[in-house]
């Protein structure tokens, strides 16, 4: 079965490290996408890529990388430099055409203590 | 970047049509309107979208104001199942993958 998958579903770090959540997508979508998502709140932007070695940031890039070396793949690291690490993280997936619906995973939580 | 405003919350009784409101007063004339719906803990999950006419699927209808400044997500009979938070986001036609950007979404409650 297609589909995105996010991995761990639940991560734990200690701060000052750096932790790299993963996202693999059998879909065959250019486009590729990272939000946050806090307690209570909508989803907020992080980074997104449209195709293969290309990827801008969103509305939240501080304190997090991406790369986009495979199709399939979106891994977001989240730096020691974030301030509030702590949240639910999701990755989605589309073909790039307005009209194509996002796939999302189902999240990875992420608790930084 | 194109933004939608939705009511926080609406609350509604199982069995009931259930009439779910977005504004988006500057989308564009390539814009498609999606709404999405997202259950605790999960990620969210597509409903329907359109671009200027009326869609219909199996779960849900999508009603688009002649002017394409609104649109109401038409849920026929609500079950206990449909309690999420509802999205609604606008997509260009055009510009491939862009900035995608989800507001607070509404709380949608069921009562049994």
């Known amino acids: 079965d297609g589909g995105i998958t996010q991995s761990p579903k639940y991560l734990f770090r200690k701060e000052g490290q750096n932790v790299t959540l993963s996202c693999e997508q059998n879909l065959n979508h250019d486009a590729m996408y990272w939000y946050r998502q806090d307690p209570g709140q909508g989803l907020r932007l992080i980074y997104y890529s449209q195709i293969v070695n290309d990827f801008q940031k969103g509305d939240i890039a501080e304190g997090y990388s991406v790369s986009r070396e495979k199709k399939e793949s979106f891994p977001l690291t989240v730096t020691s430099a974030q301030k509030n690490p702590t949240a639910f993280y999701l990755c989605a997936s589309s073909h790039r055409e307005g009209n194509s619906p996002l796939h999302f995973g189902n999240g990875t939580r992420l608790t930084v203590t | 970047d194109a933004k939608t405003t939705q009511p926080n919350s609406m609350e509604s009784n199982e069995e009931e049509p259930v009439h779910l409101p977005c504004n988006h007063s500057?989308?564009?004339?390539?814009?498609?309107i999606h709404w999405y719906r997202q259950l605790p803990s999960q990620g969210p999950e597509y409903v329907i979208h359109?671009?200027?006419s009326n869609v219909n699927n199996r779960m849900a209808s999508l009603a688009i104001a002649e002017d394409r400044k609104s649109s109401t997500l038409i849920l026929h009979r609500a079950t206990l199942r449909d309690a999420a938070v509802y999205y609604c986001?606008?997509?260009?036609?055009?510009?491939?993958?862009?900035?995608?950007?989800f507001g607070q979404g509404t709380r949608l409650t069921i009562n049994p």
């Open positions: 500057t989308i564009s004339g390539t814009d498609y």
């Open positions: 986001i606008l997509r260009d036609r055009v510009q491939g993958a862009q900035k995608l950007v």
């Open positions: 359109g671009l200027t």
